[in-house]
């Protein structure tokens, strides 16, 4: 009897392992692997299935100007020839769709809403330009941020699929955009462009030709929630996304207690699709470290864990790399924009380093986020660390005479950033250089890097000039309950014209007046503040013709209001602009549950553009922080108030009143 009974449940375990672990001619339908354990592409062999999609992390480390570190992780993931959906065909049966490392849930939800774009960042803390410079990606508002490029047609609308979208990446990700459909949403014009391509689609009808090409018209929704703060229960579900979570790779060192600690830190999520192979233009190109080595052959080494064995091989010099070494330059698979589909998921974070008070006297991984790497993701290829290194270009900086970082193991690779602003002492102050990185792979064991001393930020730096070209800052002014007015100064540092775009999105509790637009001053760099130009001048920085002003309509009391103001700044100039505006009167259940605190106004968005349409400007766009506008708040403790004192009232009444109803009054003769 007891073996009649086990014999169902062998045979369920027979068919489970047959349904659960497919097999491709024969063998288990796994990564393949190579004998140092890497994954490797279908190379003739029957019995390993290729891999089309592509697999890359990385993690940067750059010393700041204050003292601080900046850590930026990047794991990119190309699905190949996939093609955003065509919204024509949504309400109709699709073919499944098939993903490799792209995360099925994420490409669910662009797929079900048919999304050609999207960026999401949840960032908390103020990103301080003219110390850290430009970070490595460029959205980091304060707060959640999220824009999408979608197709119009089909049956669904643009708004309730941009409806759906942020319902399904609010469910996706524990976070509360439930505000973002309604209250929060406008449509930019000019400050948001794609970051990569649109497609076009096929024509549908049977009397058009079969390769005619849609004209299709691509609208952009906008939406930004200033308050609303990242922390670990966005983080937890970032981390499921990835193929090996935090058990191996580079997410190892996603360690939240560390991470959050941090002075400014956020994470992001950038889906985009690409129509070829094409290097992009600000990509930049690696150099083997090492003489009459290649780039493929130092990798073979970093798999298996050996790189830091450098016996017969000559480490060239920087000259000698600078020289004769531009020919053995190549662009890094990760920097390549593949034909398909591409998502990259950021985390961001800037980091005390050890204080030397500590004992400690070198950077580590373990240091900056109290763990290494312990091996390396089986599916990713070329995981590497960057570490960024000073530039001899800066001669005239008291903090030039730094020496390059000492890297415990040697790295393996160069790798060269073009379009990297350098801070000088020359005139011009900063000119447009080429950054250079000390690139490290990591290996089978991991990685347990350790950086000198002389890598350490401590050094008495001075900062005379800022580490961007461009300055912004944004403030109220007013300080009555009614009206006031946002004071804009943008300083240009460079010796040319730039062309800008200045965005404002503001809730419908601020009404702005867009005939109080001026520009207030203009003043060069190396004159005192009380200086400025003509009238005539200011009309040369702002064309008026040109502002996008979209207002509420009227009685709407939930659609912000979009105001985009071309400028054009003046060569090493600053230039002063304001606007005024009108606070609105809430009713009293419209006010937030913490009405003394404030409402945020999202910061304001400068973006510059390129006079040149088809080619891409050099500098990104950059966020202002939030502000907190003062309106009218009625006193809420009132209501508490005349509840006790019409309580009390009525009790004494009532008392008095009972005891005269009940009460027998009689003489008592006296004694």
């Not at 007891?2 to 068919?15: D, V």
């Not at 409806?163 to 524990?174: E, I, Q, R, T, V």
């Not at 930019?188 to 096929?202: E, M, N, Q, T």
């Not at 800008?500 to 007046?513: A, D, G, Q």
Request: neutral net charge.
């Amino acid at each position: 009897m007891g073996l009649q009974a086990k014999l169902p449940w062998l045979l369920l375990s027979y068919l489970f392992s047959l349904i659960v672990v497919p097999t491709v001619n024969g063998q288990p339908n796994r990564p393949p692997t190579n004998p140092q354990g890497r994954p490797t592409p279908n190379q003739g062999k029957q019995n390993s299935p290729e891999f089309k999609d592509l697999a890359f992390e990385r993690l940067s480390l750059k010393p700041l100007d204050d003292g601080k570190v900046s850590a930026h992780f990047e794991f990119d993931f190309v699905h190949k020839d996939g093609v955003p959906r065509d919204p024509r065909t949504l309400g109709m049966k699709e073919a499944d769709q098939h993903y490799e490392f792209l995360p099925l849930s994420l490409g669910q939800i662009l797929r079900e809403y048919a999304v050609a774009e999207v960026h999401l960042t949840m960032n908390n803390g103020r990103w301080n330009y003219p110390l850290w410079g430009y970070p490595e990606n460029a959205a980091v508002a304060s707060g959640v941020e999220l824009w999408a490029w979608m197709a119009d047609g089909g049956v669904r609308s643009i708004d309730e699929r941009w409806s759906g979208l942020s319902n399904a990446l609010a469910g996706l990700f524990c976070a509360s955009l439930s505000a973002l459909p309604d209250s929060r949403t406008t449509i930019p014009i000019h400050s948001f462009r794609p970051d990569g391509k649109l497609p076009a689609y096929v024509k549908k009808s049977s009397n058009e030709p079969p390769n005619d090409i849609v004209d299709q018209n691509y609208i952009l929704r906008h939406a930004v929630l200033p308050s609303e703060s990242i922390c670990t229960e966005n983080l937890t579900p970032f981390i499921k996304l990835l193929p090996c979570k935090t058990h191996a790779g580079l997410a190892e060192l996603l360690n939240p207690h560390k991470i959050f600690s941090g002075w400014w830190y956020g994470v992001g999520i950038h889906a985009t699709w690409h129509d070829g192979i094409a290097a992009d233009a600000n990509s930049g190109v690696e150099q083997p470290v090492f003489a009459g080595k290649t780039i493929e052959e130092m990798d073979g080494k970093a798999r298996a864990g050996k790189y830091e064995e450098t016996g017969g091989m000559k480490k060239m010099s920087d000259e000698e790399m600078s020289t004769k070494g531009k020919s053995e330059r190549r662009t890094p698979p990760s920097e390549i924009k593949n034909a398909g589909v591409k998502l990259k998921l950021t985390v961001g974070t800037v980091l005390d380093p050890p204080h030397p008070s500590t004992g400690s006297h070198s950077l580590t991984l373990e240091s900056l986020f109290g763990k290494n790497v312990t091996k390396s993701c089986p599916i990713v290829s070329t995981p590497n660390v960057r570490i960024h290194r000073p530039n001899p270009v800066a001669e005239g900086r008291k903090d030039a005479g730094n020496t390059a970082p000492r890297l415990v193991p040697d790295p393996i690779a160069r790798y060269y950033a073009p379009s990297a602003w350098i801070a000088t002492e020359s005139e011009s102050g900063l000119i447009l250089g080429e950054a250079t990185w000390d690139v490290l792979r990591v290996g089978e064991t991991g990685l347990n890097l350790t950086v000198n001393q002389e890598y350490s930020p401590y050094q008495g730096k001075e900062v005379n000039h800022p580490a961007t070209p461009l300055t912004i800052t944004r403030s109220l002014r007013g300080f009555d309950q009614t009206r006031g007015a946002f004071f804009i100064v943008i300083t240009n540092h460079l010796p040319e014209e730039v062309d800008c775009w200045y965005m404002e999105s503001v809730p419908w509790i601020i009404k702005p007046y867009l005939s109080s637009l001026k520009v207030e001053n203009i003043r060069p760099l190396q004159e005192t503040s009380g200086s400025s130009h003509t009238q005539s001048t200011s009309f040369n920085v702002l064309d008026i013709g040109r502002v996008v002003y979209h207002p509420p309509k009227t009685g709407d009391r939930t659609s912000p209001t979009l105001l985009e103001i071309p400028l054009t700044l003046p060569s090493r100039s600053v230039i002063q602009l304001s606007f005024e505006f009108e606070k609105m009167f809430l009713k009293y259940t419209e006010h937030p549950p913490d009405a003394q605190r404030g409402w945020d106004l999202p910061g304001g968005v400068l973006t510059p553009i390129s006079t040149d349409p088809s080619v891409p400007s050099r500098l990104p766009r950059m966020y202002t922080p939030p502000l907190l506008a003062d309106l009218a708040t009625p006193d809420f403790s009132m209501p508490y108030n005349v509840i006790l004192l019409s309580g009390s009232l009525l009790a004494l009444l009532f008392g008095m009143t009972f005891n005269m109803l009940t009460r027998r009054f009689v003489l008592v003769p006296s004694s």
